[in-house]
């Protein structure tokens, strides 16, 4: 079993920064990608942003290019999501997401079998 445990949403103000971590444990544990979703109240879960952990390419959606930033640790087995200018409509609840198997996407839902709890994020306007 693997688990993937998110950290480090709060309450913040429009224009402010955030920095989400999430931290995989587990069985032995060969991550091909890992990547962030969101879903806010009444909408559907939705794609942020990804990471394939070998060579480190990284993947955003449009609504969130160039204010967000994916890192990783390979040793920690974590991934790190740096927020910044942020706007009421990422106010979600921000889900972590790994697999540990070859594809060639990395931005829908099914390309990943392992999710975090969610951790829950609100800018306020």
């Known amino acids: 079993q693997v688990q993937l445990a998110e950290s480090g949403g709060r309450l913040v103000q429009t224009g402010g920064s955030l920095r989400l971590s999430c931290a995989a444990s587990g069985r032995t544990f060969s991550s091909y990608a890992m990547g962030w979703f969101r879903q806010a109240p009444g909408k559907d879960r939705e794609f942020v942003a990804a990471?394939?952990?070998?060579?480190?390419?990284?993947y955003y959606a449009d609504s969130v290019k160039g204010r967000f930033t994916l890192s990783r640790d390979n040793a920690k087995k974590t991934m790190y999501l740096q927020m910044n200018s942020l706007k009421p409509e990422d106010t979600a609840v921000y889900y972590c997401a790994a697999r540990d198997r070859r594809s060639p996407t990395v931005t829908g839902l099914y390309d990943y079998d392992y999710w975090g709890q969610g951790t829950q994020v609100t800018v306020s306007s």
């Open positions: 990471i394939r952990w070998s060579g480190g390419s990284t």
